[in-house]
């Protein structure tokens, strides 16, 4: 990919993410930044409007994703300026194409120096396993260590019908589902993205409450990794020049090939343990089954070779008897004669 592996920019990328607080002097120390990521069609501009109250991402039915590039908006709540995020379907591809890496680039510049709070964005019933690729696809583009701060927005709360979304979520078998919110802390949300008015406020409110739950955001800390850093100068602001900026996207190649290697680890290794796991448990059940089958054969032995025995014992029984039954009917014959002998005759 063009850069050698003990360049600068790679060692830097290669210490994984962490969370830092910038300085109160830089420019975007006062935002609240939240980039909206998932695969496309879940609702992602809508829940970016709902969160800004105003139409400032396209959104509507369409047989196609509306969202083509990386666009910021912003607003406010409360005292606190909102900076969101949108992004494209950039999530879910497979092939590493420059179209790829050019948005993905566009998403770190708008979010640099880093993300406060990600929303994985999904629609209730609807979790598929497009929405797993997303999943790692986020992990690959932002690293492990921004489940931390994701928060779930469950779109269509209407079909709740008042329903509780924790029981929703805990009544539900789908196991990937049940892992991703485990990894997020349980941070879940719902929005009606066609609500408005004080419902609307509502669950903008419960979604802002699940952010300051971080505890990083009320600190004014946000989520990072190496790769910002080399989107920042000395001054926080976002760097500019070509040369920096080719720098980014040759250290954002790498850093995106480490991810997706080490996701791929982790599934074999997961794979080698579940392998591991099926022999012993393969194993298990052979000594099990041999251990029944031994004691088996010797419940059939014992009751063949009593079958076996049956007839010699009966055939001597009956020789015995035969032995027996002359002596006693002569025995009998003997004290009748001796007592008719004995009789006197009248």
């Known amino acids: 990919m063009g850069q050698n592996e003990g360049s600068p920019s790679v060692n830097l990328l290669l210490a994984g993410p962490h969370t830092k607080s910038h300085p109160a002097h830089c420019a975007r120390g006062s935002e609240l930044r939240i980039i909206l990521v998932g695969k496309t069609g ?54 590493l194409s420059d179209s790829l890496y050019q948005e993905v680039q566009r998403c770190y510049l708008l979010s640099a120096p880093g993300p406060h709070v990600l929303l994985l964005v999904t629609q209730l019933g609807r979790f598929t396993t497009e929405d797993q690729q997303a999943v790692q696809g986020v992990k690959e583009i932002f690293g492990e260590g921004a489940m931390k701060h994701t928060v779930i927005v469950f779109t269509r709360k209407e079909d709740l019908e008042g329903g509780s979304l924790r029981d929703y979520i805990q009544g539900s078998d789908n196991r990937a589902l049940s892992e991703l919110v485990a990894a997020c802390g349980g941070r879940v949300c719902a929005f009606d993205n066609r609500a408005t008015g004080s419902i609307r406020d509502d669950q903008v409110k419960e979604l802002m409450d699940l952010t300051q739950s971080l505890g990083t955001v009320e600190r004014g800390d946000h989520y990072t990794n190496r790769l910002y850093s080399l989107l920042t100068q000395s001054d926080c602001g976002p760097v500019q020049s070509e040369e920096r900026l080719q720098d980014v996207k040759r250290s954002l190649v790498k850093y995106m090939e480490i991810q997706r290697r080490g996701t791929i680890m982790a599934k074999a290794n997961c794979l080698r343990k579940a392998l591991i796991q099926a022999v012993l448990c393969m194993v298990w059940c052979a000594q099990v089954s041999a251990a029944l089958l031994i004691r088996l054969f010797c419940v059939l032995h014992r009751t063949c070779d009593f079958f076996c025995r049956l007839p010699f014992s009966m055939r001597s029984l009956f020789c015995s008897l035969l032995l027996v039954i002359p002596k006693k009917l002569v025995m009998i014959f003997r004290n009748t004669g001796r007592l008719e002998c004995k009789t006197p005759v009248s």
């Open 42 to 95: 879940t609702g992602k501009s809508a829940t970016g409007n709902s969160i800004l109250q105003k139409p400032a991402f396209e959104s509507r039915l369409s047989a196609r994703s509306l969202t083509q590039t990386c666009s910021e908006s912003r607003g406010s709540w409360g005292d606190r300026e909102v900076v969101v995020i949108d992004t494209p379907d950039m999530f879910c591809g497979k092939d």
